[in-house]
Every structure is written in structure tokens, then in C-alpha cells.
């Protein structure tokens, strides 16, 4: 079976819900497309489905270096590296992909995270200030993500408290 169609079966199944097919139809590919970026992009969605962080870290550097424009491996990359190191270590991912991606929302946002996380809260509010301005559906999710709960505690989100209109 061709290359393009053993992809588009994956996606299908990832779409489903279905990664056990996905990963079989992907298993299926043949070497010179094994490791191709859209193979890869779609092992990172198993792998995020999977919480198989490792694998997801792994998967998502190698596209972070094959295509460092696209910010979402980079936004992955942290993600992954998140939970399978340290916040730490997310943070410094996301710290070079802000450098190539300065106006990419969601980098601002989780870095205020991450911030917010450390306990410094005067960056995760310029962070989650500057996601918002960006993109305004931030404005929700900062009413209601965890790692912010110490930035709505100190009354310090303005309008994006929880208790806000």
C-alpha cells in the first residue's frame, strides 16, 4: 500500500480514537517513510493520547529539529518534556522557541505557567498578559488553569479571576 494512503488510514484511526490501528497502519509504512515529519506528527498524537511522555519528548524534539518553524513541535516538546522531566526543563524548550516564535500565544502563555508555577508571579502575569493580548480566548483559560490557581489566589489576574465577568 502506498505511503500517502497508510498515513491517511493513521489519521483516520487517531480520529476514531482507534491508536492501537493507527500505530499498526504507521508500523506498516515503509522505510524511507518511517521517520518521515508526517509519520512523526502522527506518532506525536498517539503518543500524547497514550501519555507515553518519553516517546512523546523524543518524537517531538526530533520535529522540533527538522522543522524549528513549527511552533506547535516546539509547544509539544515542553509538554512532553514537562511531564516526563521536570518544569525546568519545559521551561528552557519553550525559552528557545519563544526566541524563534516571539508572538506565538500559547508559548507566552505556558512559560506564564511555568512562571506562575515557580512561584514568580510578576512574570506569569506580564506572560499571561501578553498570550491574552494575542489571542483573547486566553482570558478563559486563565480563569480556570491549575498552575495559575497561585496567580488567582493573590488576586493578581484582574479581570481573569475566576470570580470576574
Not at 519545559?90 to 526566541?99: D, F, T
Not at 501578553?130 to 482570558?139: C, N, R, T, V
Request: aromatic share 6%; proline share 5%; net charge negative.
Amino acid at each position: 500500500m502506498q505511503p500517502r494512503w497508510l498515513l491517511s488510514h493513521a489519521r483516520g484511526y487517531i480520529e476514531l480514537g482507534l491508536l492501537e490501528e493507527a500505530s499498526a497502519e504507521l508500523a506498516q509504512l515503509p522505510p524511507e517513510s518511517i521517520d518521515g515529519d508526517e509519520a512523526l506528527v502522527l506518532r506525536m498524537e498517539i503518543f500524547r493520547a497514550q501519555s507515553r511522555w518519553i516517546e512523546l519528548c523524543v518524537t517531538a524534539g526530533e520535529l522540533t529539529r527538522r522543522q524549528p518553524a513549527n511552533a506547535d513541535a516546539w509547544i509539544t516538546f515542553a509538554y512532553a518534556t514537562r511531564r516526563a522531566e521536570s518544569l525546568h526543563e519545559a521551561e528552557a524548550i519553550l525559552r528557545k522557541a519563544e526566541l524563534r516564535h516571539p508572538r506565538e500565544p500559547t508559548i507566552q502563555f505556558n512559560l506564564g505557567c511555568y512562571a506562575c508555577q515557580r512561584g514568580d508571579l510578576a512574570e506569569a502575569r506580564r506572560r499571561v498578559d501578553a498570550a491574552i493580548a494575542l489571542e483573547p480566548h486566553f482570558k478563559i483559560a486563565a480563569r480556570t488553569d491549575p498552575d495559575l490557581a497561585a496567580l488567582r489566589a493573590a488576586g493578581d489576574c484582574g479581570s481573569d479571576c475566576p470570580s470576574a465577568g
